[in-house]
């Protein structure tokens, strides 16, 4: 995997946030579906949730695709069905008519 971080660094991160921070302050974490691909997204998306957060944001690319094309909202919406946490989509999100196609795709509610 590279320089990945994987589910177990992503619940460290988080749970060092949300035991430095005051409990009434919300922490959020924000990540991309993988290193080189989306396979392990709904694993960081517990992960993030198991560590504390309070809702998780995730751009719709991996980190190995940058900022290119395509975007993949339904990878978004596997780790959405994963937790019980709000999750937030992220990614190409330009246009209401590029809003509503995520929502369908990802059932995702809020957006980035």
Request: net charge neutral; hydrophobic share 50%.
């Amino acid at each position: 995997m590279g320089g990945s971080v994987g589910p177990v660094a992503t619940e460290a991160v988080v749970a060092a946030v949300r035991a430095a921070v005051p409990a009434d302050v919300p922490v959020s974490a924000k990540i991309r579906l993988g290193w080189d691909h989306a396979n392990g997204v709904a694993d960081l998306a517990r992960a993030a949730e198991q560590g504390g957060a309070s809702w998780l944001t995730i751009h719709a690319r991996t980190r190995a695709q940058q900022y290119a094309p395509p975007v993949d909202w339904v990878a978004i919406g596997r780790a959405r069905a994963a937790v019980s946490m709000p999750v937030v989509a992220n990614g190409d999100l330009c246009t209401t008519d590029d809003i509503r196609e995520c929502a369908a795709q990802s059932g995702c509610t809020a957006f980035m």
